[in-house]
């Protein structure tokens, strides 16, 4: 397994154990700021659009998708139009968007829907949201290259 720059061996012998660097420490601190951010815009959300079964989680579906969108436009961007200083990535990629965004909670509430008698529009939520959001990723990601073409925006 090659080891990623940074880091290094704790003993010669074991090429999984690793000792942790100060750039680790530093974008793990990153990750986590922007992480706690995104829970906490992710709560406002949920809290300002209650959720009761069998409805659909109109709150949950907004998040993922709007990360979804995010995500496609924003790595899109960095890795095709202008890199971002080393945090911004951590903090704002993984941490803040993978904060906003739930699995956990889109899975549990698709099962709850199920429990309630309303495997339909359970279905309806599971299949909906992963084929809206992958097609999100995807046209954010065409718009953000489409955006970023020189004659769109004069010469790079």
Do not use: K, Q
Request: overall charge positive; aromatic content about 10%.
């Amino acid at each position: 397994m090659p080891l990623r720059a940074g880091r290094a061996l704790v003993n010669g012998s074991d090429p999984y154990r690793v000792a942790v660097t100060w750039d680790d420490l530093r974008i793990a601190a990153v990750v986590a700021l922007g992480g706690v951010a995104g829970t906490l815009a992710r709560f406002a959300v949920v809290l300002s659009v209650p959720w009761h079964p069998p409805a659909i989680p109109w709150a949950t579906l907004a998040v993922n998708l709007a990360g979804c969108a995010a995500i496609g436009a924003l790595l899109t961007f960095w890795n095709e139009g202008s890199p971002p200083a080393w945090w911004v990535r951590p903090l704002v990629a993984v941490g803040f968007v993978g904060g906003f965004t739930t699995f956990s909670a889109f899975a549990v509430e698709g099962v709850r829907l199920v429990e309630v008698g309303a495997p339909g529009v359970a279905a309806l939520y599971v299949v909906g949201s992963v084929s809206v959001g992958l097609l999100l990723v995807r046209g954010a990601a065409e718009a953000t290259r489409w955006m970023l073409r020189p004659d769109r925006r004069g010469v790079r």
